[in-house]
C-alpha cells in the first residue's frame, strides 16, 4: 500500500517493547501476555504456550502432554522477572496452585544461558515459544506445556493516542494478513535430534 514506506524491525524484551511504544520510539510492537496500561492498545491475534526445554534423557520426553508437574523434581531455569514479569509470575502462581514446590535454580537473561545450563544437566528451562525457536542443540529437546494457565494470547500493541492514520492502516493490514495465514503446527514436541538439529 505505502512503497517508499521503509519498516524497521527491532527484537527487545517483552517489557522493553511495551516501553518504546509508550515512549513513542516504535510505533507497533508484538508481544505476548503484555501489562494492561490504560495508555496501551492490545489487540490478540495469537494464543502462545510455553514451552520446556529438556535434556533429551529426561524421562518426562515422551509424555504426549507434557505439564508443569512433570517438571516438580527439576531445577527450573527461568527468565529473570524484569525480562517478562507477566509470564514469570504466572508460571510460580502456577505451581503454587498445583502445590509444586518450585526448584527456581537459575534466573537467565538469554537463551543462550538456557542452551548451556540444560546441556550442563543443571535443570530444565521454561521458555516462550520464540525463545524455544533458537535453541539449536542435539542435546535438548523443546515440548510444549499443556498448562491452561500457560497460555497467553500474543498481541500487536500500540499506543492509544497515536493519531497516525499510517499506524492504523498497517494495523489492520498485519492483522488481515495474519487472519489469512494457514494454520501453524503449534507444538515443537520431538527431541531436536530426530528433527536434523531443526525446528519447524
Not at 1 to 27: C, D, K, Q, R
Not at 62 to 79: G, P, Q, T, Y
Not at 86 to 108: F, N, Q, V
Request: net charge negative; proline share 8%; glycine share 2%.
Amino acid at each position: 500500500m505505502f512503497p517508499e514506506l521503509h519498516i524497521t524491525i527491532m527484537t527487545m524484551f517483552a517489557m522493553e517493547l511495551v516501553w518504546s511504544v509508550l515512549a513513542g520510539e516504535l510505533n507497533l510492537a508484538l508481544v505476548t501476555a503484555p501489562p494492561e496500561d490504560a495508555q496501551i492498545a492490545a489487540t490478540p491475534f495469537a494464543q502462545a504456550s510455553l514451552y520446556a526445554a529438556l535434556p533429551e534423557t529426561h524421562p518426562a520426553i515422551h509424555n504426549e502432554r507434557l505439564v508443569l508437574s512433570d517438571l516438580a523434581k527439576d531445577n527450573w531455569i527461568l527468565f529473570a522477572r524484569r525480562v517478562h514479569p507477566t509470564i514469570h509470575d504466572a508460571i510460580l502462581e502456577t505451581a503454587s496452585r498445583e502445590k509444586i514446590p518450585p526448584r527456581k535454580a537459575h534466573d537467565i537473561m538469554a537463551v543462550q544461558q538456557a542452551i548451556h545450563l540444560v546441556s550442563d544437566g543443571l535443570g530444565v528451562a521454561i521458555l516462550t515459544k520464540p525463545m524455544a525457536q533458537e535453541i539449536h542443540s542435539r542435546d535438548i529437546a523443546v515440548k510444549a506445556l499443556f498448562d491452561k494457565s500457560l497460555s497467553f494470547p500474543t498481541c500487536l500493541i500500540r499506543r492509544v493516542d497515536d493519531k497516525s492514520q499510517l499506524t492504523k492502516e498497517f494495523e489492520h493490514a498485519f492483522l488481515r494478513r495474519f487472519a489469512n495465514r494457514p494454520p501453524v503446527p503449534a507444538q515443537l514436541e520431538l527431541p531436536l535430534s530426530t528433527r536434523d538439529n531443526r525446528l519447524a
